[in-house]
């Protein structure tokens, strides 16, 4: 398949040949040399920029891209949106009255400017304040969410960094991504699961016979990266799509959507109702052990525990026994087609591979540790192309990784020692931060520890949209309205959570600075060389940092800045740290004139990884030991059972979702929403740029219905429709389409916030922000991870639709 067939399929070929366009073909003769491009790079890939008139006008695609993303092209775009913020500010009453100030005014006063002395002087004064007055956990700098790329101008490493050596602070725990696996599966298999993939996918595509992607859109989601995408892994898809008219292959989607990727593999489409995933699990589980196809002799020799869980699947502890019938009812496949899948997995090697959307859901730990159950039952662990996977669709996971020296980072915490060096840093589970705003002291249980919540008075939170992010939004607006006294906001764009900051201070995009990254798969380091002038007054997070900490101790400043001034200090120190360790493995590496010049370097990519991570464990399951209590996989945990949780037993089991298709409140609010990540965008990044264009509807965010439902409630494709939860209310587009199955939802996460009025709590929100109606719940006691789910009505929307304003900066009162 050739590359811009690849892209029509994913849907992105339009953007894309628009940007070539402006990119090289001027007037069709390209008056522009390679010199005049600068190396640059992003979460959607790497970049050649150039700066024309004092601006960053035009970009190109980085050749090494195997298949760039859309994305890409709303860079140039986002750089000069009126959504910058352009200079630092401060909340009006905050400037008059510091802490003092009526916190209950958030987002409804004007800004003013200040300079970047008063900021600096205003923010070290009050952290010293707050240190003062409640100690150092009450400042909490655990900002969670994303930001730019580059190993120096992490804001978040960096704020912990600085907070550290400043006073102190309190930090977050694990993500909103991934944070019920991350502590399920270390119980059950004695690793993350989140993070490695299960096997490579060379070997996947030689030897897996079906492949099932279980709530996961891994075209979609692997178009952005942590690090930069090379998109090395699109050929792995490829690879994977061409096994099916090869070998017969075989690709089964379980998703309430049919998404990007099923659409690329022609897959067949199982639409369960959302957050009903193990009720299906377990039905072919049980369809398993009543049929005699369960591999007893694998339970046996690498799992412990199974007999106590096929108690409780035939029903013997609670006389629900867990058969298709039973799991039909709930999840709402057909009794036959869950035998069937039952079957096939059982006669074919299966991989079994999903996101993450199943773990971010109530319940989230159930459906990792029920796959990791129904695999082992399987028997295919291990082997070539079979067992569980939790991986492919993030980062370039199972994809091939070069040979590489590493290239390290600016660490959230200093190396050197001071008085910062005993002191005990807090942490909280991040999904929890409105319960701890609103319940200081309150205790509450987290995977067999008890966790205190400190008394928060200020809040410093650099990359990251939390009033994007997180769920209840109403709630969340309502408890920084309350006891919260500084809240300080770093970010680029005058985003919601800026709207509702007390100190806002402007962030530069990897465009405007000096920095250095690596490629996912370890395939380049890449220089990050500033294209054009900071906008306006930004400043590098670095910079932001070290001039605040110039207002404390020396011993504070040095520590933070291990001796580098600037960006680009850090930038050579890592650089030439990378080139020390190539020395020890034998990879010759330019010197840092040499690599900055040219913008790369590159590594070498191996022919094959044929790798199957766990394939020691099945040839000599006494030697190769699980990191687990007994070794093996645990499909009943002794130590989880002390725990003696409420929503999470000893063994994996469905629970009924806070909410869901099944439940009494089900008759109000019919439809269970999916809110998955977006297409065009990083989450709520880039929907301040023409992007937003190739989706919204009638300027609002795109929520699919099904035909059946569209007929139910009136409404037509193109529709404003008004959807509400018991939390609130959003206005949306309506897309009416079959690629959603009746009684669901979707609407992607990351539309700007934008309430038809600031000044009030609980506003109508009009531009389609799905965190509105979803529950803040935490999965259980055990991992206390977010639980994005939320069932919804929806009608027409009548009357004059309100105008969108969300990417409106708010009223600033300029200085002179
Ligand atoms: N309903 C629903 N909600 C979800 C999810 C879902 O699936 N459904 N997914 C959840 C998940 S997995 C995640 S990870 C979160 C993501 O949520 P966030 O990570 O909070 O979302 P982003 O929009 O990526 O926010 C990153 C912010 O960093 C800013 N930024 C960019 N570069 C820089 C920089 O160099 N310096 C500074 N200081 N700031 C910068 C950007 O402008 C942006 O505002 O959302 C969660 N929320
Ligand atoms: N384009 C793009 N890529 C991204 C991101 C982005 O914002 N944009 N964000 C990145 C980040 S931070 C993360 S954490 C990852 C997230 O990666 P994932 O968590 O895997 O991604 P999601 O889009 O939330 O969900 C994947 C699929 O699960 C389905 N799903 C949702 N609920 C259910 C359910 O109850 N049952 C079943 N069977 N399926 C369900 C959704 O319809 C969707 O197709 O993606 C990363 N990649
Ligand atoms: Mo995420």
């Known amino acids: 398949m050739k590359r811009r067939d690849f892209l029509k399929s994913v849907g992105a070929v339009g953007a894309i040949s628009a940007s070539s366009a402006s990119a090289i073909d001027l007037g069709g003769e390209s008056i522009l040399s390679d010199d005049d491009f600068v190396m640059n790079a992003s979460h959607y890939g790497a970049l050649w920029g150039k700066e024309k008139n004092g601006r960053f006008e035009i970009l190109k695609e980085f050749e090494g891209d195997k298949y760039p993303s859309s994305m890409l092209q709303g860079i140039v775009a986002r750089t000069y949106d009126p959504s910058r913020i352009t200079a630092p500010c401060v909340r009006e009453s905050y400037l008059k009255k510091g802490y003092k100030a009526d916190p209950s005014l958030r987002g409804k006063e004007k800004f003013v400017e200040i300079t970047w002395e008063e900021a600096y002087d205003l923010i070290a004064k009050e952290l010293k304040r707050v240190y003062k007055d409640f100690g150092y956990p009450s400042v909490y700098g655990g900002s969670v969410g994303w930001y730019g790329v580059g190993n120096v101008n992490n804001p978040q490493a960096l704020v912990g960094r600085m907070l550290q050596v400043a006073g102190g602070y309190c930090k977050r725990s694990y993500t909103y991504s991934a944070g019920a696996i991350s502590v399920i599966t270390p119980h059950v298999t004695g690793t993350n699961e989140a993070f490695v993939a299960s096997a490579s996918w060379d070997n996947i595509c030689k030897n897996t016979e079906v492949f099932v992607l279980w709530g996961s859109d891994m075209i979609n989601t ?56 193990v009720a299906l699990m377990l039905g072919i589980a049980y369809h398993l052990a009543d049929k005699g196809l369960a591999d007893q002799e694998f339970l046996k020799k690498y799992t412990s525990g199974y007999a106590q869980f096929e108690e409780y699947l035939f029903g013997k502890t609670d006389n629900t026994p867990k058969t298709p019938a039973w799991a039909s009812k709930i999840c709402g496949i057909d009794e036959a087609k869950i035998k069937e899948l039952a079957e096939l997995f059982a006669s074919k090697r299966t991989m079994l591979h999903s996101g993450w959307a199943l773990q971010r859901n109530d319940h989230g730990e159930q459906p990792c540790w029920m796959m990791i159950t129904l695999a082992a039952m399987l028997g295919q662990i291990g082997l070539p192309g079979g067992g569980y996977d939790f991986a492919l669709h993030y980062e370039a996971q199972g994809s091939k990784v070069a040979k590489f020296p590493g290239l390290e980072a600016v660490a959230g915490s200093v190396s050197a020692k001071g008085e910062w060096s005993t002191r005990e840093i807090p942490t909280i589970p991040c999904a929890r931060i409105v319960d701890c705003i609103k319940n200081p002291g309150k205790e509450i249980e987290f995977n067999g520890k008890k966790i205190k919540y400190p008394d928060f008075r200020m809040i410093y939170w650099a990359g990251g949209n939390p009033v994007h992010h997180h769920q209840d939004v109403n709630q969340l607006i309502k408890a920084l309205r309350s006891r919260i006294e500084t809240f300080v906001m770093q970010d680029c764009f005058w985003t919601a959570t800026a709207k509702m900051a007390d100190i806002v201070l402007p962030a530069t995009l990897e465009c405007e600075r000096n920095d250095i990254a690596k490629a996912s798969n370890g395939s380049y380091i890449f220089a990050i060389k500033p294209i054009v002038k900071p906008w306006c007054n930004a400043k590098d997070d670095y910079e932001i940092y070290s001039n605040i900490l110039k207002r404390f101790d020396k011993a504070a400043y040095d520590a933070f800045t291990e001796g580098n001034e600037d960006s680009l200090s850090w930038v050579k120190t890592l650089y030439e740290r990378s080139v020390a360790r190539g020395k020890e493995m034998g990879i010759d590496m330019p010197n840092f004139e040499e690599f900055w010049k040219k913008g790369y370097v590159e590594f070498e990519l191996p022919k094959e990884d044929d790798s199957v991570r766990l394939a020691g464990f099945i040839q000599n399951p006494m030697t ?55 297409k065009y965008r990083l989450h709520a990044q880039l929907n301040n740029t023409w992007l937003r264009d190739l989706e919204e509807v009638q300027e609002r965010e795109p929520a699919w219905i099904n035909p059946q439902d569209a007929k139910k409630y009136g409404i037509k494709n193109g529709d404003i429709i008004k959807v509400s939860s018991k939390r609130g209310s959003i206005l949306a587009g309506a897309i009416v389409t079959d690629k959603i199955r009746q009684g669901a939802i979707r609407i992607q996460e990351g539309s700007w916030y934008d309430p038809l009025d600031w000044s009030k709590n609980d506003s109508l929100e009009v531009h389609g922000a799905v965190n509105v109606l979803t529950v803040d719940k935490s999965t259980s006691e055990l991992a206390q991870a977010c639980c994005i789910t939320a069932n919804v009505k929806i009608e027409k929307f009548k009357g004059v639709a309100p105008l969108v304003k969300a990417f409106e900066p708010p009223i600033i009162i300029k200085k002179g």
């Not at 792995?236 to 049919?258: E, H, M, S, W």
């Not at 002794?638 to 009494?664: L, M, Q, T």
Request: neutral net charge.
């Open 222 to 277: 692997n178009q952005i990266g942590e690090h930069i995408p090379t998109h090395h892994q699109y050929e792995d898809f490829k690879n994977l799509k061409d096994q099916i008219k090869k070998r017969g292959l075989k690709v089964i989607n379980i998703d309430p959507i049919q998404t990007t990727s099923a659409d690329y593999y022609d897959a067949e489409h199982i639409a369960p109702y959302p957050n009903t995933d």
């Open 624 to 678: 190769n030991r699980l990191g687990t209590p007994s070794g093996k996989i645990e499909i009943f945990s002794r130590k989880i059972a002390k725990f003696n949780y409420k929503e999470c037993r000893a063994y994996p089991s469905w629970f009924e979702p806070v909410e869901w298709h099944g439940d009494k409140n089900a008759k109000d609010y019919p439809l269970s929403l999916v809110s998955p990540h977006p």
